[in-house]
């Protein structure tokens, strides 16, 4: 949910951040040539991007490889302090999500026949000009591309190209640029250092000769997939990070924390009961405040905003000594409970909220009519309290980590209050969460769900593949992959001051966020979407020409944990791509329910959003239909009957589901 009180407390930082910037005389920051930058490289370091040639061998990973930036190849801030790489040295690869950035003069993606967002299925044909290749499966690899729309400098104009499915964890990819076209339909010729390396083999002594040992791998399996070095513009390798290394610190620092749980509930304290009179409040009959104990992985006592893991000389995740965080808690109990004790569920909440969010109208809604009881903590780390962190992070990229570790330590805070929740001995235990006569009001036989919007559903999937007790959740306006999301979203918007700020240069900030990404994968779902549904099972909720949650970087999250969509999902002609919803295999009548994971789509009659990398922002795109899913009467009754029976059921009959527009 966008928070009101956001662009007050961004407006109030931006001053702050404005410092940053250096003196009117100094010169800018500068783009380093030097010191490991790829000998490919023409316009920009570390272009093109994401490239094995800032990796080396290390035996000791899953990959066989670890990432090598050095402090001089990552684009500096405004305020010149160079980027300590540590954080993102320590992954055996790149992320399963990344956008791949190159630079190419005067591209013309249109006259070049590159498969744009409407047409993905082009990308596959045998001679498109963009081809991905997983040398270790031999397959293709589906995408779209495009120039970044907000350039304003056509000379360092960045040609995105998106995976339309995550890259599998662990796999080596070879990228070919070939055939390019200007706008009057002329060949781009390859760059000099390209040219020369792709070409025959090279003297012992010439300084290329040792980018030409390293890229002659990826060219002979480009070649044996049919893509030879006529034509050929660029050419390049890179690893996709492997599952350990993506989810390695999440799941350390649970598993350590349950393994010292044992079989007892976490500690917990109840601060505070409100009883509702049907008068004051017709759904809601109590809500109940307190505090969880978890054991905090953080590196400062008590886990304040600001802090990142704890690590050891291994860099894994370690506990200081007696380091707890106490995760405050808000749990809304319906009438119907009174009658028959309710099914426990976690709900996460919106970006940069609280768990305050948990008493808002369509939960409450949630619980009244499917007699659920909701419970929430704050996603520490991307909570109304981390805002001045996020800010500082944009600004200075040394602090980032700080954002998705402490989203990590965030997660176990809400799997500790879920265990809480069904645990014999847990807050069911409590008068609580008791009738006066001591009978209990959450049922805790049939195990716990989860609910998420937004950032609930972003950060959930994550929270849910790390659940020892989650069975199944939903993903409400949905998505992942924050490096795809944020030019995307209207919500960006007073973020985007604060980067351009500290990155004035928009192909620096097109690296900023793959960066970024990186990182931010150990701390949502991107890390987790090959394996969320080996063990899991989703229901994803999507509002189409959602202002804040792209819809493309939600049909990435459906193709790549084989979510199927409830068809028809949009009215003919609604759409504008060529196949809609390409590459996600639809529920059939004669599978329903289905029991699997799946993907809703709700249309309130918002226009499609833009097929560029900007948010759907200003009159033309009408009303934000964010919000309308949750508060529809047949969403909740379908996310209800797949939280409690694992059935996907169409609540739409024939036609394409719709909900009302809400304020």
């Known amino acids: 949910m966008r928070q009101r009180v956001l662009h007050g407390l961004l407006a109030a930082a931006l001053g702050a951040a404005a410092l940053l910037a250096p003196p009117a005389q100094a010169a800018p920051a500068g783009h380093p040539t030097e010191g490991g930058c790829d000998p490919l490289a023409v316009v920009e370091c570390l272009l093109p991007f994401p490239n094995d040639w ?12 670890r990432v090598d930036f050095g402090t001089t190849v990552l684009p500096r801030a405004t305020t010149g302090l160079p ?3 540590a954080a993102w040295n320590r992954s055996d690869g790149f992320s399963p999500g990344s956008a791949l950035i190159a630079q190419v003069p005067d591209l013309d993606p249109a006259a070049t026949g590159a498969a744009p967002l409407t047409d993905i299925g082009r990308s596959l044909d045998r001679d498109a000009p963009v081809v991905l290749l997983d040398t270790t499966t031999g397959e293709r690899w589906p995408y779209w591309a495009e120039l970044d729309a907000n350039a304003a400098d056509p000379g360092r104009q960045a040609l995105l190209i998106h995976p339309a ?3 599998r964890d662990g796999h080596h990819y070879a990228v070919a640029l070939r055939h390019l076209k200007d706008g009057a339909g002329r060949t781009i010729p390859a760059a000099a250092p390209f040219a020369a390396v792709a ?3 090279l003297p012992a002594h010439d300084p290329l000769r040792a980018r030409q040992d390293r890229l002659r791998p990826a060219l002979t399996a480009l070649r044996r997939a049919g893509v030879t070095t006529e034509g050929l513009h660029l050419a390049w390798d890179f690893t996709v990070a492997s599952t350990r290394s993506l989810t390695g610190d999440l799941f350390t620092i649970r598993d350590d924390a349950f393994r010292r749980l044992g079989n007892r509930s976490p500690g917990f304290t109840v601060t505070g009961v409100t009883d509702f009179t049907a008068a004051q409040d017709a759904r809601i009959a109590r ?3 307190g505090q969880i ?7 400062l006592p008590g886990g304040p905003p600001g802090s990142a893991l704890n690590r050891d000389r291994d860099g894994v995740p370690r506990r200081l000594p007696l380091n707890t965080q106490l995760a405050t808690f808000r749990c809304e109990i319906p009438r119907s409970a009174f009658l028959t004790p309710s099914r426990p569920s976690l709900y996460g909440h919106g970006l940069l909220g609280s768990r305050s969010e948990v008493g808002a109208g369509n939960v409450k809604d949630m619980a009244a009519e499917h007699n659920f009881t909701f419970c929430s903590t704050d996603w520490a780390g991307m909570a109304k309290e981390d805002i001045p962190v996020v800010l500082g992070a944009l600004a200075d990229p040394n602090l980032f980590p700080a954002v998705p570790e402490r989203s990590e330590q965030g997660m176990l805070n809400a799997l500790f209050l879920g265990r809480a929740l069904i645990h014999s001995k847990g807050l069911g235990s409590d008068a609580a969460f008791r009738t006066a006569e001591g009978r209990p009001l959450v049922d805790t036989r049939h195990g716990l769900a989860y609910d998420g919007n937004s950032q609930g559903g972003i950060l959930g999937g994550a929270l849910v593949a790390a659940s020892p007790d989650i069975r199944r959740g939903v993903l409400g306006v949905t998505a992942m992959n924050y490096g795809l999301l944020l030019n995307r979203s209207a919500d960006f918007a007073p973020f985007q001051q604060v980067l351009d700020v500290a990155y004035p240069d928009r192909l620096d900030q097109q690296l900023v966020l793959q960066l970024f990404q990186m990182v931010w994968d150990r701390g949502e779902t991107n890390a987790y979407a090959n394996h969320l549904t080996d063990h899991h099972q989703v229901l994803m909720h999507i509002a189409y020409g959602d202002h804040q949650v792209a819809n493309a970087a939600a049909d ?6 084989g979510a199927r ?8 002609g609604r759409s504008p791509d060529t196949a809609p919803y390409w590459g996600i295999r639809r529920i059939t009548s004669a599978q329903l329910p289905y029991r699997g994971s799946a993907m809703t789509v709700w249309d309130s009659g918002t226009p499609t959003p833009p097929l560029t990398n900007t948010p759907p922002t200003g009159p033309a795109y009408g009303h934000d239909p964010h919000e309308d899913p949750r508060n529809s009467p047949a969403a909740r009754q379908q996310k209800a009957t797949f939280l409690t029976t694992g059935r996907v059921i169409n609540v739409c009959g024939t036609t394409p589901c719709t909900a009302t527009p809400t304020s």
């Open 565 to 572: 969509l409830l068809s028809p999902a949009v009215a003919a």
């Open 293 to 299: 104990t978890v054991p905090s992985y953080l590196s």
């Open 54 to 65: 800032y990796t080396r061998p290390d035996p000791d990973t899953d990959t066989g490889r």
């Open 83 to 85: 980027i300590d790489p």
């Open 199 to 201: 070409g025959k083999r």
């Open 556 to 561: 990435v999250e459906a193709r790549t944990i």
């Open 287 to 289: 809500e109940v405040t």
């Open 165 to 167: 499915r995550n890259f």
